[in-house]
């Protein structure tokens, strides 16, 4: 059975750093892509960066947040830094099954963690 579980959320004034972190279990070892979503009140579920089993990796926020995977801790992290208050919303971690390869569409994500909350005050 897959889980993903973020931690690492919460308040932090403009300008701030966070670092999300997202342990996962049952997933094949070294072979899985992370993806981060977030997503707002009363909007729909958008990425924000991917990393592929490859390491290869894509952003929304480029510059300011880095995604990286430690396959030795089956954890992967979300460094945020420079946050602005429109970077307030749920974040979320995903994987995929039976591919090292991420995509941009949260509907091609097989596994979901249960979201951290993220609060940039100005």
């Known amino acids: 059975q897959v889980q993903l579980a973020e931690s690492g959320g919460g308040s932090v004034k403009a300008g701030g750093s966070l670092r999300l972190s997202c342990k996962a279990s049952?997933?094949?070892?070294?072979?899985?892509?992370m993806g981060w979503f977030r997503q707002r009140p009363g909007q729909g579920r958008d990425w924000v960066a991917l990393?592929?089993?490859?390491?290869d990796t894509d952003y929304t926020q480029e510059g300011r947040f880095i995604i990286s995977i430690d396959y030795n801790e089956n954890t992967g992290y979300l460094q945020m830094n420079n946050l602005k208050p429109d970077d307030t919303a749920m974040y979320f971690c995903?994987?995929?099954?039976?591919?090292?390869?991420?995509?941009?569409?949260?509907?091609?994500?097989?596994?979901w963690g249960q979201g951290t909350q993220v609060t940039v005050s100005s």
């Open positions: 995903a994987s995929r099954r039976a591919t090292g390869i991420c995509v941009i569409g949260p509907g091609n994500y097989d596994y």
């Open positions: 049952g997933l094949p070892s070294n072979s899985y892509c």
């Open positions: 990393i592929d089993a490859d390491g």
